[in-house]
């Protein structure tokens, strides 16, 4: 008897005669977590198409069990124990979170028709087992983003799945979820359920992972043992060199404040919200996932009314009511869901970079001229690192990160005032993280002011000069980050709410 539940084996795969997979094999051992990791269009999701029956191989085969298997659609290979956590979510916005796990397998009467009560409950103890609260009756596309991957892995697990397969399932999780998800996944090891996992943070990386796979431009790289590697040793071989972790420096010149919110309400979601960005710093928002940033963003930017509150660019008194109205006062907001509100996924590359842009590249007749959006593109593929550099690909075909970075992209070009960036090394590889990073500084530099949410503290730490801690939609703390004192201790006191009442 093998001892492999799955085993990958010369593996080859083009698209349009690009080479994304090349003679890849790869095992998997029963009860393991294994990690795939390597960069930005690697090849790491595409290979777990291929295993998860939603891509066809070109070369290679597949034993699972010990068989050959031939999966033609994610159904079978669903069916017969394998199922993904996607990186892209991919459920039904318009259908609730419970008919999202169990479609096509709803508990039905002898008549045929759905069992709705006993559907939700069914749900509602996938949750539970979970130890998470979502409810199952509403539609998928009404909860936030990181309870739309809980539900993504509810699925799952729905499944009697023998191979489960997790493409970055906690980009979009706080820190809570995550634990939990740990523990889901010590449990399922304990059953003997095999785990696929990839990810770009290399701490959880190697809390999770038994064994580590490196894929870099398509081809198998190595296999270890977690616990006969270290990070250094991982990145090296990710990307082929060495890499130090460094953040950009701290802002050398902050000048005049270029926009000011103040006292931003919105009932039940956020409260009592001043405070001002400044030219040449880079403002951080930090706060647990859910403390409403995302929702402060998208007040300032028109995409949700808000009740009271005004917000002063340069001084002036601007009135924003929808994100037409940002983006023409020179507001830009790169989204922390890159699929539904950033970027066009079947439109190509250049289309989506320039969207934001159209008037600045019309001319004086209104026209749209081709050759303006190619070379606008090239410049921001370039600026960017997007890979492949193919502008005509279509969004929907870049892998993860490249699609992060050409969102970056999307906002940079549209010469943005003041640019707030949502998550914005979501999925992104580490070489290309640092490259944002040091991006985001030289917007700075320029004078354009930047606001950074984000979730990672050492992100928040390491990138801001400035940083406010919002927690249960307040602003508790306005913290000094100039000197790169700040510690995750201090963010978290107030992100709590444990510090809010300290003097200030
Ligand atoms: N359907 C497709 N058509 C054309 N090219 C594709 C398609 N799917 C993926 N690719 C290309 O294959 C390469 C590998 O993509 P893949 O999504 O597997 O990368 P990845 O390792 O998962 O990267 P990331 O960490 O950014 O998610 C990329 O160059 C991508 O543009
Ligand atoms: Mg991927």
Not at 282 to 306: Q, Y
Request: proline share 2%; glycine share 8%.
């Amino acid at each position: 008897m093998n001892h492999y539940v799955m085993e990958v084996r010369n593996i080859n795969k083009a698209f349009a005669g690009n080479e994304v997979l090349k003679d890849v094999s790869f095992d998997i051992i029963p009860g393991e977590v294994h990690t795939l990791i390597g960069e930005n269009g690697a090849g790491k999701s595409t290979l777990m198409k291929i295993i998860g029956g939603i891509y066809s191989k070109d070369s290679g085969t597949i034993l699972y069990n010990g068989q050959q298997v031939e999966f033609t659609s994610p159904i079978e290979a669903m069916q017969s124990g394998i199922s993904i956590v996607h990186q892209e979510l991919s459920l039904a916005e318009n259908i609730s979170v419970a008919q999202n796990i169990y479609c096509h397998r709803e508990p039905k009467n002898s008549l045929g028709f759905i069992q709705w009560e006993k559907l939700y409950s069914m749900a509602h103890e996938v949750f539970e087992k979970m130890g998470i609260e979502i409810d199952p009756k509403v539609d998928a596309g009404t909860v936030s983003v990181a309870k739309q991957q809980l539900v993504e892995i509810g699925k799952a697990l729905s499944h009697d799945s023998k191979v489960i397969i997790m493409d970055e399932p906690t980009s979009s999780l706080s820190d809570k979820e995550v634990e939990y998800l740990y523990s889901i996944i010590d449990n399922l090891k304990q059953q003997n359920v095999a785990i696929v996992f990839i990810s770009h943070k290399l701490q959880e990386v190697f809390k999770v992972s038994d064994r580590i796979t490196v894929l870099r431009d398509g081809q198998i790289i190595d296999t270890m043992l977690t616990s006969e590697t270290n990070q250094d040793e991982v990145i090296h071989k990710m990307v082929g060199r060495h890499m130090d972790d460094l953040y950009p420096e701290k802002s050398k010149r902050v000048g005049d404040v270029i926009m000011h919110v103040e006292k931003f309400c919105c009932t039940d979601v956020y409260s009592d919200i001043s405070f001002q960005v400044r030219k040449g710093e880079i403002l951080g928002m930090a706060g647990l996932v859910g403390a409403g940033r995302t929702e402060i963003a998208r007040g300032i930017i028109g995409a949700d009314p808000r009740d009271s509150g005004t917000i002063r660019l340069d001084g002036k008194e601007v009135h924003i009511k929808n994100c037409r109205d940002a983006i023409a006062n020179g507001i830009g907001y790169v989204t922390e869901d890159r699929k539904l509100l950033g970027l066009f996924q079947s439109m190509p590359v250049r289309w989506n970079i320039v969207s934001a842009s159209l008037k600045k590249i019309q001319s004086a007749f209104g026209f749209i001229d081709n050759t303006a959006i190619s070379s606008k593109a090239a410049e921001f593929i370039e600026l960017m690192d997007i890979r492949p550099k193919d502008d005509s690909l279509h969004v929907v075909n870049l892998s993860g990160g490249n699609q992060q970075k050409a969102l970056l992209a999307k906002w940079l070009c549209s010469d943005p005032k003041v640019l707030i960036v949502d998550e914005p090394t979501r999925g992104v590889d580490v070489g290309a993280k640092s490259h944002i990073h040091n991006y985001l500084r030289k917007l700075a530099d320029q004078g354009i002011g930047v606001i950074v949410i984000s979730s990672e503290q050492p992100e928040i730490l390491g990138l801001c000069d400035r940083v406010l801690v919002i927690s249960d939609g307040v602003l508790t703390r306005e913290l000094d980050n100039s000197s790169s004192r700040l510690t995750q201790e201090d963010i978290m006191k107030y992100a709590t709410g444990k510090g809010a009442n300290d003097d200030r």
